[in-house]
């Protein structure tokens, strides 16, 4: 069983930047895969990135490609998403999720989710 708490949403300018932190439970988070979800409002639920267990793979996507990064420390079981140069599309609230046994982009793959933070983004 793994705990997802999100935090680091807020209101930015087009332009600025922000970094949300997951912060996750329980003794194996390094056997994880974290994605970042978002969904804006009328909109479904969209993958952002993922990033597997020990963190030397990433996958983007494309509309993040160069703007985002993403970095895990299993020492403090918390994933980071760094996004810079935001867009008025990129707000929504956004999601972190855990899969145990799957390298995806697939919302139903995510076994485990957090509560979401909303990311506002002014033009």
């Known amino acids: 069983q793994v705990q997802l708490v999100e935090s680091g949403g807020g209101l930015v300018q087009a332009g600025g930047s922000l970094r949300l932190s997951c912060a996750a439970s329980?003794?194996?988070?390094?056997?994880?895969?974290v994605g970042w979800f978002r969904q804006a409002p009328g909109k479904e639920r969209a993958f952002v990135v993922r990033?597997?267990?020990?963190?030397?793979?990433?996958y983007f996507a494309d509309s993040v490609k160069g703007r985002f990064t993403i970095s895990r420390d299993n020492t403090k079981n918390t994933v980071y998403l760094q996004m810079n140069s935001l867009k008025p599309e990129d707000t929504a609230v956004y999601y972190c999720?855990?899969?145990?046994?799957?390298?995806?982009?697939?919302?139903?793959?995510?076994?485990?989710w957090g509560q979401g933070t909303q990311v506002t983004v002014s033009s």
């Open positions: 999720a855990a899969a145990a046994d799957a390298y995806t982009s697939a919302s139903e793959d995510y076994a485990y």
């Open positions: 329980g003794r194996t988070f390094n056997k994880y895969v």
């Open positions: 990033i597997s267990g020990s963190g030397s793979s990433t």
